[in-house]
């Protein structure tokens, strides 16, 4: 069973609309948990890194959030953008490596 | 470009056959990870180094594969008698040092027929 668990797996939507992505883990302790865009073909860019102490870190129209009770991160989208069409990963950092989700493949329509 | 590079970019190669990929990464960053990444998947972690002392390797790393980074800056991933199953994504991260940001490179994709 895979540690960190994504949702919804693929998500279209109008450009200019919100959307929020949705990580569930339970790798437990960890140091971070970070969240990637991957453009098809590429390698994943950091988007957002939070310590399990943080609950919220933005980084542009990219805001995420982190709830340790409940092992549950997401990443919002606002006012999403063409370019915004990727795979978002979400990936827990512990034991000096990284484990990533599935990811949650977006694409923004014209 | 001071970012993250390897090559080839694309490998097609016969199973049985031996490949080699190659990593630099960013200029003084220490780490170095090797990650396999397959269609529709989250990469999966394959082995890292501290300069150039190989400190983890995952289970998923058979004995086919090597990995090498000889003086600290560029390294090697080698996979010896290719089986179809390797057909992956191979992606190279470095990192100034423990728990920072990961700096990935394009990947090179290997398709073994």
């Known amino acids: 069973k895979n540690q960190v668990e994504q949702s919804p797996q693929s998500l279209i939507i109008l450009e200019g609309k919100n959307c929020t992505l949705q990580c569930n883990y339970t790798v437990s302790p960890f140091s971070n948990l970070r969240w990637y865009k991957q453009d098809t073909g590429r390698g994943p860019v950091s988007l957002t890194i939070?310590?399990?102490?943080?609950n919220t870190k933005s980084n542009g129209r990219y805001t995420a959030t982190l709830d340790a009770d409940t092992k549950q991160s997401s990443l919002h989208i606002t006012a999403s953008q063409l370019s915004d069409s990727a795979s978002y990963i979400c990936v827990v950092w512990r034991d000096e490596k990284l484990t990533f989700g599935t990811g949650t493949r977006l694409t923004i329509i014209p | 470009d001071t970012g993250v590079s390897q090559d080839p970019r694309h490998k097609i190669t016969k199973r049985g056959q031996n490949v080699t990929f190659r990593c630099d990464p960013i200029?003084?960053?220490?780490?170095l990870y090797w990650y396999r990444q397959t269609l529709g998947q989250g990469p999966e972690f394959l082995t890292y180094?501290?300069?150039?002392?190989?400190?983890?390797k995952s289970r998923l790393l058979s004995d086919r594969f090597s990995a090498e980074r000889p003086k600290g800056s560029f390294s090697t991933l080698e996979i010896q008698r290719t089986e179809q199953g390797d057909s992956a994504m191979y992606l190279c991260a470095s990192s100034p040092g423990v728990g920072e940001t990961q700096y990935f490179g394009p990947g090179t994709r290997l398709l073994v027929l």
């Open positions: 200029s003084e960053h220490n780490r």
């Open positions: 939070m310590t399990f102490s943080e």
């Open positions: 180094f501290q300069n150039e002392a190989q400190l983890e």
